[in-house]
């Protein structure tokens, strides 16, 4: 899974306030969402799992998730 995709992705849920579910129906339908994520292409299905984003918040933990925020924002 690309990190590209996930921070994004987790920016994405963070700036217009989605769910994990949510952001996967958003991010289908919006170009724009799938741009900034790095896709030159539109997709038709969100490229990987929500709970890949349950398993990297884990991961990072509560600092690092609002360290990425802070230094993207």
């Known amino acids: ?3 590209r995709l996930i921070v994004c992705c987790m920016l994405l849920k963070h700036l217009h306030n989605l769910g994990d579910e949510t952001l996967a129906l958003a991010w289908v339908r919006d170009p ?3 741009y900034f994520c790095g896709y030159a292409n539109f997709q038709h299905v969100f490229p990987c799992n ?3 984003f349950v398993h990297f918040r884990t991961r990072i933990g ?3 998730m609002h360290d990425i925020l802070t230094m993207t924002v």
């Open 1 to 3: 899974m690309p990190i």
């Open 32 to 34: 724009y969402m799938q």
């Open 50 to 52: 929500q709970s890949d």
């Open 62 to 64: 509560e600092q690092g």
